[in-house]
């Protein structure tokens, strides 16, 4: 599954945020359904390690000069639920990347 989330905010800006925020990202789960590991591996790559429903799921935020792109390893087992972690993505990865 991949995302792209544009912006118009600058790489520093959105690294910074990101960083900010990260710590959040197993919030945007049912309470107690996931937890969730990230490392900034490179600068602007932020790799993710979801445990959600019993099933690991890889991923990682790539922070580019217009948008950010999000993308994530499916396991079949959870592909009914792509729409809904589609629409969590952009909600809560645009309230992010806002313009404050």
């Keep these: 599954m991949r995302v792209a989330l544009p912006h118009d905010l600058g790489?520093?800006?959105?690294?910074?945020?990101m960083h900010e925020?990260?710590?959040?990202?197993?919030s945007y789960f049912p309470e107690g359904t996931a937890r969730v590991?990230?490392?900034?591996?490179?600068e602007d790559r932020m790799e993710l390690l979801v445990t959600a429903?019993?099933?690991r799921v890889d991923g990682y935020v790539e922070v580019q000069d217009a948008?950010?792109?999000?993308?994530?390893?499916?396991?079949?087992?959870?592909?009914?639920?792509?729409?809904l972690i589609e629409r969590a993505i952009r909600k809560e990865?645009?309230?992010?990347?806002e313009k404050r």
Aim: proline share 7%; net charge neutral; aromatic share 6%.
């Design 93 to 97: 990865g645009g309230k992010l990347l």
């Design 37 to 42: 590991e990230t490392t900034w591996p490179e």
């Design 53 to 55: 429903w019993g099933q």
């Design 21 to 26: 925020h990260s710590d959040k990202i197993g």
């Design 11 to 17: 790489r520093e800006e959105v690294r910074r945020r």
């Design 67 to 83: 948008q950010v792109i999000i993308e994530f390893d499916l396991p079949a087992i959870l592909g009914m639920a792509r729409p």
